[in-house]
């Protein structure tokens, strides 16, 4: 065991201390996404476009309406509330906000009003919106309390009606009820940034297996393996030790990608441990097609030139380059049959629907067994000597 | 220490190894002599169980290879061919990670690799890449990482091949540093003087099987003839060389038709020169140069086979 540590570590730091590693495992990446993110966009504006859907029709929730349009954080527009679920699923808006009828009566009852704000998990302004609104409710029900207190009380001490109202304040914490999707089949499909990000990632995750898998071919090629052969070091150890630094390279890059990708482009990549058994899966798969093509040829070059060829054309099928929404049905279905289709399916589950790790279980389980085939047939073709 | 015993391999129809057999006693520094192709690295590779015979035994220190591998493993050390080493690593991250191949610790690792390099001469280069060294420095690391784990047999594959004089100069003494401080050696090599000047046990191999075996004495005195006289000339003809054949002392007389050059197998050879170069060139034979050759290991390799150990 302490020689397969020994094995990885050395792998390890053999492929971080290249400099072009950092281009091809980092730098294509991210550029690969950052251009293809903004193709199918259509010129995305910043600013999220949210609906309001207003059932109280009364002045009240006309001058929510007024305080939310003045705020210039987002769109907003009205629509009736079967539209606005339409528009939301289509994903043409950000997300939706219902005002429920009785707004005012709920206010005066000192009772959570009836105000629903819908939005996807991955919409990461939500919080602010939610702010925004909370606040809004409040500037309106200090205005009602105060008037309607005054009325009551005409010629009273104002002290009184000020105590009133900062005691209503104060009770007022939580004014509205916000919603979050969280686990909706209404939304299909990731947004273009998050696909690109996720399907690219994978793709140059899978070069760079290409590459570390590669090495056991190296090796044979420079006569490095004969020498380990030479040494009291066993088979399994070195095959342990070989797949162990493929796992960790992968979950380096993997994992560097996805926190560039959530901060520069602010991709929500949802449940964690969900996320981590998904690129884990993902990752053994995309092992087990290097170590395949691997034992398929002889050399390094011909390894390379095979295995980018097969990479690409499958992320090109899987919906790596360009949703699948836009290619005809047949290809939606050839797309089934490789991997990457499956690794984009469990990210947007994760992502766009707000699953946990029971809902990707059926990506999970195919990605691994494509990971068996794979293993089975490049494990058996490595020869020792 | 080593002993092996009526080893055969055959790579499909075609037999590589035929039959070798040979011991080496602890303490002894053998060269397996042989050219290009013979079987030396086949046979290397099977004593230190890279690759299975198909026929014989390999024992070391009476531990069978097939049985014990990984035992046997632990006692040698294997200095490949080729350079097995990572050109981007430098020499003493490759020194670190073979020591760790052979199962030592951290802090053993690095004291070895600092006395290692310093054995071989580049401890001021520790931090250089491999692929920044000259031939002959990565010929020295390349022995450098077998010797990491202090192995009890250094098994050398060809260690001087395609390098400077100078490099061959310090490598030839390294491996006779090693031997006088105890360790077994087995020297393989198509340059009869290395294996001359490093070597009390001799193997000659040629297409898969030992033509001679013994000490360099051992095998000199088996020279029937002693001596060659070489002779190169101008027009060889059938009739001179069998005249020369039939003079006093010379026992054979080599020569191929591609090349103008003879090969006089002789006892005696200051006494007997004058009366051979008279008789060639009574015999019309024009004589461009001539040369005495003492008896060595090569003149054995020509006597034994016909041919010169390199073209
Ligand atoms: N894996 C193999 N498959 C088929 N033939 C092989 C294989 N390995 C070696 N041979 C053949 O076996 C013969 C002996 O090879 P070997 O490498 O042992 O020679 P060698 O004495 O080390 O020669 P050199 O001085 O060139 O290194 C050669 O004819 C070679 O072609
Ligand atoms: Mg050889």
């Known amino acids: 065991m302490r020689r397969a540590i020994a094995v990885a570590l050395f792998e390890l730091k053999r492929i971080f201390q290249k400099p072009q590693s950092y281009l091809l495992m980092f730098g294509m990446p991210v550029l690969f996404t950052f251009l293809f993110g903004g193709l199918f966009t259509g010129g995305s504006e ?5 609906i309001v859907v207003d059932n109280d029709h009364t002045n009240l929730s006309d001058a929510l309406i007024g305080e939310l349009k003045n705020q210039n954080i987002m769109k907003v527009s009205m629509e009736n509330s079967a539209q606005a679920m339409e528009l939301f699923k289509d994903q043409k808006v950000t997300g939706y906000i219902r005002i429920e009828a009785g707004l005012e009566e709920k206010l005066m009852a ?8 819908v939005h996807s998990p991955s919409f990461t302004g939500a919080s602010m919106i939610e702010e925004l609104i909370n606040e809004s409710m409040l500037k309106l029900m200090v205005g009602t309390t105060a008037s309607s207190t005054y009325s009551e009380r005409t010629g009273n001490d104002r002290q009184v009606v000020q105590e009133d109202i900062i005691s209503k304040l104060a009770s007022s914490e939580s004014a509205i009820e916000t919603v979050d999707v969280t686990k909706s089949k209404e939304l299909e499909s990731m947004d273009n940034i998050t696909a690109r990000s996720a ?9 760079t297996m290409l590459l570390s898998t590669g090495v056991i071919l190296e090796a044979r090629q420079t006569g490095v393996w004969y020498r380990l052969m ?25 994992g560097i990608l996805m926190l560039i990708s959530r901060f520069a482009f602010g991709v929500y990549w949802g449940d964690l441990l969900a996320n981590i058994i998904l690129v884990s899966s993902i990752l053994l798969c995309t092992i087990g097609l290097g170590l395949f093509v691997a034992g398929l040829v002889k050399t390094t070059d011909q390894q390379a030139v095979f295995g980018n060829l097969i990479i690409v054309s499958t992320c090109m099928l899987g919906g790596v380059y360009w949703p699948l929404e836009v290619v005809p049905d047949i290809m939606k279905q050839i797309a089934k049959f490789v991997p ?17 790790l029971i809902d990707v279980i059926v990506p999970v389980g195919i990605l691994l067994a494509f990971t068996a085939v794979f293993l089975v047939v490049g494990m058996t073709r490595i020869r020792f000597e | 220490m080593l002993e092996v015993k009526d080893l055969k391999k055959s790579y499909g129809k075609k037999a590589v190894v035929k039959n070798v057999s040979f011991t080496i006693e602890k303490g002894e520094s053998f060269g397996l002599l042989g050219p290009n192709g013979a079987g030396k ?3 290397i590779s099977m004593i230190c169980g890279l690759i299975p015979y198909d026929h014989g035994e390999v024992l070391v220190s009476n531990h069978s290879v097939k049985k014990s591998p990984m035992l046997i493993k632990q006692k040698i050390g294997v200095v490949p061919q080729e350079i097995a080493l990572y050109p981007t690593m430098s020499a003493k991250d490759n020194l670190l990670f073979w020591g760790k191949m052979y199962g030592l610790t951290g802090s053993v690792a690095k004291k070895r690799a600092e006395e290692v390099l310093e054995f071989v001469g580049l401890k001021d280069r520790a931090k250089d890449r491999i692929e920044t060294f000259s031939g002959g420095m990565k010929r020295r690391i390349n022995i450098g990482a077998a010797l990491m784990h202090e192995p009890e047999l250094l098994i050398m594959d060809e260690p001087t091949v395609g390098i400077d004089p ?14 006088e401080k105890g360790m077994t050696i087995i020297y393989t090599s198509h340059y009869m003087e290395e294996v001359e000047y490093l070597c009390n046990r001799v193997g000659i191999i040629d297409d898969g099987e030992v033509i001679a075996l013994g000490s360099q004495a051992e095998l000199c005195n088996r020279l029937a003839g002693g001596s060659v006289i070489q002779l190169i000339v101008e027009n060889k003809s059938d009739e001179a060389i069998d005249a020369i054949k039939q003079l006093e002392n010379v026992s054979q007389i080599l020569h191929t038709d591609e090349t103008n050059q003879l090969e006089v197998f002789v006892k005696n050879p200051h006494d007997r020169l004058g009366e051979i170069v008279s008789t060639a060139v009574h015999q019309g034979m024009k004589i461009v140069s001539v040369d005495i050759k003492e008896p060595n290991l090569e003149t054995l390799f020509l006597q034994l086979t016909g041919r010169s150990l390199r073209d």
């Open chain 1, 340 to 356: 990457q289709y499956w690794g984009l399916e469990g990210f947007a589950e994760l992502a766009v629907r707000g699953g946990t």
């Open chain 2, 41 to 43: 690295s086949t046979t």
């Open chain 1, 110 to 117: 000192n009772e959570t009003p009836g105000i629903t704000f």
């Open chain 1, 199 to 207: 399907g690219f990632t994978i793709m140059f995750v899978m070069i």
């Open chain 2, 166 to 179: 100078q490099s061959r100069n310090h490598i030839l003494e390294t491996v006779k540093r090693l031997n």
């Open chain 1, 230 to 254: 030479s040494t009291p070091t066993s088979r399994m150890e070195l095959l342990l030790g070989y797949l162990l630094s493929f796992f960790l390279i992968g979950w380096i890059q993997f």
């Open chain 1, 46 to 50: 910043a600013r999220p476009n949210i």
